[in-house]
Each structure stands twice: as structure tokens, then as C-alpha cells.
């Protein structure tokens, strides 16, 4: 039996998740599952994915403003991923079935934007996804005792330049352990990169004991002290705790910076909205100015920035990038992005650096070039142009970078903006939609369109089949929902939610992402599921012909052969 899942319904805009590509234009090879006994599950790693800061190019100076600023602002780490384009998409295989439909928007994120790496693994830890033990490519995940192996392998390398000398991570993590143990004085400096790139710090009686990383333990040879210089003052870590919280006091800009190094010691920072902060230790109370709060809004919720700044990397349902940086935007909060890396190190809020819980690289992989956001922009809006501003790349430079639109009073983009920059983009005519006889002029009737397909769900199947035909792109979110179609620079909200989905014998396929999957797995189905299948793709608004022997489907401007 074949069902198609078609409902229509009020937007769901906290928990959009776009994927890109123009459909699949790879096949991905069949994951392989396989059941593991209890005694061999791995663990998820628990550990905060903070920042990827505090290294130099040529040496670590253990001055605390060398930290602080080396941190914050100036991210020397070049980030390692070689990235794939983010218009070679590939998805995972819909038969794997421990794979829920949230799980599957950060694995897939992970194949095909895997410069986001450290907000993936912050998720997979909230999912309870572990990775399989590796040296430098992810190729296995382990979720609930279950090996599910990814379609294309994900390099992992980072660079930790310390001491002279340069540590590729995790090939290389022995060797840093070593030489930590023989320098601990530069842990201080460290501490936030391994916390960046996911370890969990532990510690015995104050001391630093070692750490967890990518589901391996590593020791230092003896528990460590470590230490840093604030202001001109040096400061023995653990011992000197209490002293360095009480010169923080007055220094509240440095404290934020430090943040990351006090968490490890288990020292409590309670931020207020107001604008104050408790910090405690060991009895120890402080209360230090912060920058007041900036209220935002993700999906249907407001959050106070910069004090839910690590509950929302924390949740899964707030993790997603372009959403919280549209937001930031349009709260008037700057990022601070690194401009020779691409990587965002904190925001500005009311002139006050604060840092993020994680750094967020901001590579972006196109015809054969990468460019860095935003210093980039210009020459990628140019290169889109010439390519007529292909309707997949526009949708991820919004959906996944939080690349803001400009728009004249009939709706037509006619600039781009992000953090504060504004680009000017070719202006596009509006494009024609009949449906039913009726006739839109999108985007500028957009909503007239939505409300006279709501009036009556019998017309969302004739909606969907004339938005094909007028050239638009349906990029649904990971669990198949459509709720924006995009052609060129036009991205356009529909204003209701269409679940497109087509369950064939037990198994649910998204349309368009595992339409190649679809197309591999027809030939097991018996004929009467594949006429049923036809009429099925018809009606979300597939083009079927029927050429000899052969049948060709259309969808996103992209043919299949059954």
C-alpha cells in the first residue's frame, strides 16, 4: 500500500530546518546497521562545546590579555574541515529506523555542513548520539547500541599551536597530553580549545586530571596546576581562585572572557537580565555589572541576551544557526567574526564583547571556491548573479547563515544584509502562479495565495503542482514540512505547512531529499505500489511522463529515471 502524508497547517517557525541542495544530485551508498551488544556501546561524550580560541600562529604568551584577546575577536585557528558544496548535498538513508526526524537534521547538517561540527555535536550529546572511536574521519555513529554508518566519511582535524610546536586534534592528542603534562603552564591556554572542539576537563581535588574527548579518557601523567596573568598579575590556578574572582569583580569585561577557564573550577556564574552577575566559589560571593539584557525571539519563544546565550546551545530546538543569527541581527546585535577565518568568536551587545558558548565558522563552499562570510559576500553575490542566483545556494545562504533580505514595497529582494552590511542584488520580476484559474503575483500576493489555498485544503495539491511549474524550488524542513518555496532571491513564506512524504511499504520518504533513494528502491516494489507511487508524486507536485519503457519524474528542476 502506498499513502502520501499530505496536511496543511499553522507555520511552525521554531523549529525550522532547512536543508540544502536542489534535491539530491548524489546517491548516497546504502548506511549499514548494525546491532551492538550492550557491553560495546560507547558513551556519549558529555562536554560544553565551547570556543576554539586562545592559540597564535607563532607562540602563546601566557599575558592575560594575550588571552583574552587572542580569544575574543581575534581567532587565530584556521579552521581545518575541508568542506564539500553545499550544492552536493547527500542524505541519509530513510529505512535506518532508531533515526528520529530531529536526529537526522544534525546528521545530515553534519554530512553537509560540517564546519558547524562543534553546535552538531552539542546536539548529538542532547540526542544521545556518540560518535564510533576514530583518529580523523567520521564514518560511524552509534545511536542506542546501533553502528549507523554515514553515506560520506567527515574529515575532523583541528590545529592547536602551542609552544611552538602545532598538535593536529585528535590524531595528535597523546602528544598534546604529554606535553602538557611537561608545560601545564599553558594549559590555562588550551583548556578552551579542547573545550571547543568537545572535551569534558576533569579534575581531582582542584587540579586539572586530564580529559574526555570524542568518547577516549586522556590522563596528564599527574594532576595540574596551571596559571595566567590578568591586568599584570599572576595568578596560581587552583590555589589563587578566590583572589583572581575578587580582581574579576572590577573587571567585568575580562570575566566574561574568562568564563570558560572558571567553569572548569566549578565556579558559579549567575547572570540577572538587569544587567548584574553572582559569581560563587567555595563560599565566596561576588556581584559584578553585566551589559543589561537584549530581548530576541526564536520560533515562538523570547529569549534574554547575553543571559541565554548557553541555554540555547544547549537545546537542540534553538540550535540552528542561520535562525539564531537572523535573530541576533535583528535585535541590532553584531557579530564579532574573525575576518580572515570566517569564524564568529562572540557577539557585541550594546558595545560589550561576549563571547559564545562555541565558535561557529561561517566557511561557505561553492563552485569550486570557499568564501569566507562576510568578508566575502560581495564577490559570492557576484559569482550567483552570473550563475543566476540558483535557487538551493540562496536558500542556505539564508536558512543555515542567517543572510538577511532586503525588500522593495511588492516584496522582490533588492539587497542583502549581514552584521550590518548591505549588499545590492540584481532585481528580479515577479513571477506568475495560476491556480485553479486564479492568478498571483508572487511575492507580492503571497498571502492572497496562502488565504485562498487555506479556504479550501482540496487546493493545496493544485498549489503545490502550478508552484512547480512556475519554477519554484520546495526546500521542507528535515521531517518533510514545506513552509517556504524559494526561486532566485525570492524566498517566500507560505503562510501554512505542507508535510510532503510518501510512505511506500513501511517506509517514509521525503520529497524531494530521498527521492534518489526512491528512484534505487522502486525496482523491489511490485507494480501495483509503483502506479500507486506515481499518482502519489503527481499529486505533491512531481512531473511524471512516461517514455517507452522508461518513466522520468521532475522535481526542483531535477530529473529521475525509474
Request: glycine share 8%; net charge positive.
Amino acid at each position: 500500500m502506498t499513502h502520501t502524508h499530505l496536511l496543511v497547517g499553522n507555520p511552525v517557525t521554531g523549529e525550522f530546518r532547512a536543508a540544502g541542495g536542489s534535491g539530491v544530485r548524489q546517491l548516497p551508498s546504502k548506511s549499514l546497521v548494525t546491532r551492538l551488544p550492550t557491553a560495546m556501546r560507547l558513551r556519549t561524550p558529555v562536554a560544553a562545546l565551547l570556543v576554539l580560541w586562545a592559540a597564535s600562529e607563532t607562540s602563546l604568551s601566557l599575558n592575560p590579555c594575550s588571552l583574552c584577546s587572542a580569544g575574543f575577536g581575534v581567532a587565530f585557528q584556521r579552521p581545518m574541515f575541508p568542506l564539500p558544496s553545499v550544492d552536493n548535498a547527500v542524505y541519509l538513508d530513510p529505512n535506518i529506523k532508531v533515526v528520529t526526524n530531529q536526529m537526522r537534521y544534525f546528521i545530515e547538517l553534519l554530512l553537509n555542513q560540517p564546519n558547524y561540527l562543534p553546535i552538531i555535536m552539542e546536539a548529538f550529546i542532547r540526542l544521545g548520539i556518540a560518535f564510533k572511536r576514530f583518529k580523523g574521519v567520521i564514518d560511524c555513529l552509534i545511536i542506542k547500541g546501533t553502528e549507523v554508518r554515514l553515506p560520506r566519511p567527515v574529515p575532523v582535524e583541528y590545529d592547536v599551536p602551542i609552544g611552538g610546536k602545532n598538535f593536529k586534534i585528535p590524531r595528535d592528542a597523546v602528544k598534546l597530553n604529554k606535553h602538557l603534562s611537561r608545560n601545564p603552564n599553558e594549559l590555562a591556554l588550551v583548556i578552551p580549545t579542547l573545550k571547543g572542539i568537545g572535551a569534558k576537563i576533569t579534575t581531582v581535588g582542584g587540579r586539572v586530571s586530564g580529559y574526555e574527548l570524542f568518547n577516549v579518557i586522556y590522563k596528564f601523567d599527574r594532576p595540574l596546576d596551571t596559571q595566567l596573568s590578568v591586568g599584570g598579575k599572576k595568578f596560581k590556578l587552583p590555589k589563587d581562585l578566590k583572589l583572581l574572582i575578587k580582581f574579576l569583580a572590577v573587571r567585568p569585561k575580562d570575566l566574561l572572557k574568562l568564563e570558560v577557564l572558571l567553569l572548569v573550577w566549578k565556579v558559579k556564574i549567575q547572570k540577572h537580565p538587569g544587567g548584574g552577575m553572582d559569581v560563587t566559589y567555595a563560599g565566596l560571593k561576588q556581584t559584578v555589572p553585566n551589559v543589561p539584557d537584549v530581548r530576541i525571539k526564536l520560533g515562538k519563544r523570547h529569549y534574554n541576551i547575553p543571559t541565554d546565550l548557553q541555554a540555547i546551545f544547549e537545546n537542540p530546538q534553538t540550535l540552528h544557526v542561520g535562525q539564531l543569527f537572523e535573530a541576533l541581527q535583528r535585535a541590532n546585535i553584531k557579530l564579532d567574526v574573525n575576518v580572515r577565518t570566517g569564524v564568529v568568536v562572540g557577539i557585541i551587545v550594546k558595545g560589550t564583547a561576549i563571547p559564545l558558548p562555541l565558535t561557529i565558522d561561517l566557511r561557505f563552499k561553492w563552485n569550486n571556491r570557499v568564501y569566507l562570510i562576510p568578508r566575502d559576500m560581495k564577490a559570492l553575490i557576484a559569482q550567483l548573479e552570473r550563475k543566476g542566483m540558483p535557487s538551493d545556494v540562496m536558500h542556505i545562504l539564508y536558512t543555515r547563515f542567517g543572510v538577511l533580505q532586503v525588500r522593495n514595497s511588492a516584496g522582490i529582494v533588492i539587497m542583502l544584509t549581514f552584521n550590518g552590511e548591505r549588499y545590492r542584488v540584481k532585481v528580479e520580476k515577479q513571477t506568475a502562479v495560476t491556480i485553479l484559474g486564479k492568478t498571483f503575483q508572487l511575492p507580492r500576493e503571497a498571502e492572497k495565495m496562502s488565504a485562498f489555498v487555506k479556504a479550501d485544503k482540496s487546493r493545496t495539491e493544485p498549489m503545490l503542482q502550478a508552484l512547480q511549474r512556475a519554477g519554484f524550488m520546495f526546500i521542507p524542513d528535515s521531517s518533510g514540512n514545506l513552509q517556504t518555496i524559494q526561486k532566485g532571491a525570492q524566498m517566500i513564506k507560505l503562510g501554512l505547512r505542507v508535510r510532503i512524504a510518501i510512505n511506500v511499504v513501511g517506509t517514509v520518504y521525503r520529497v524531494p531529499f530521498d527521492l534518489p533513494r526512491l528512484v534505487k528502491d522502486v525496482r523491489s516494489f511490485g507494480r501495483p505500489h509503483i502506479n500507486s507511487l506515481l499518482n502519489q508524486l503527481r499529486r505533491v507536485g512531481v512531473k511524471v511522463t512516461k517514455q517507452g519503457s522508461k518513466i522520468k519524474i521532475l522535481f526542483n528542476s531535477i530529473k529521475y529515471i525509474l
